[in-house]
């Protein structure tokens, strides 16, 4: 499966930055413009099938490469943060009760994608702040 490495690899960096884009215009509808077309089913279902293919190709290149959370640092620090992330993603678009908190749990998932995308480039728990270290 390694001679598939750099297929795998684009599908899986190519669907990081559809789920991210998806994400944010979904939000930028919803706190920017009172929208309605961000949890309409087709767009919901657009960003479910995205981060199905994204996640698919992570648990690719997991077996490929032979890196495995628990085992690689960076890895462990990447699900941990994923999950938190959708958390996060949940109630700012959806879960949260009032406007103001869902702008703020939005904004806390937009910067904590960032982040991640920071911790995957470095391949370090620290991410963008191996910069400063």
């Known amino acids: 499966m390694i001679e598939f490495y750099f297929e795998i690899r684009a599908v899986h960096i190519g669907s990081v930055i559809l789920s991210g884009l998806i994400f944010f215009l979904r939000g ?3 706190h920017a413009f009172k929208a309605s077309w961000p949890m309409a089913a ?6 479910y099938t995205v ?3 994204l996640l ?14 628990l085992a690689d640092h960076w890895l462990t620090v990447k699900v941990a943060l994923l ?7 949940a ?3 959806k879960y949260a009760k009032t ?3 869902r702008l703020g749990f939005w904004l806390a998932a937009l910067a904590l994608y960032l982040y991640i995308v920071s911790v995957a480039r470095a391949h370090d728990p620290l991410g963008i702040f191996t910069l400063l270290f």
């Open 42 to 47: 087709p767009v919901r279902f657009t960003s």
């Open 99 to 101: 406007p103001r908190a």
């Open 28 to 30: 930028v509808g919803l």
């Open 56 to 69: 698919t190709s992570a648990m690719m290149l997991t077996v490929i490469l032979q890196q495995y959370p």
């Open 83 to 89: 999950i938190i992330y959708i958390v996060l993603g």
């Open 91 to 93: 109630y700012g678009l």
């Open 51 to 53: 981060d199905t293919v």
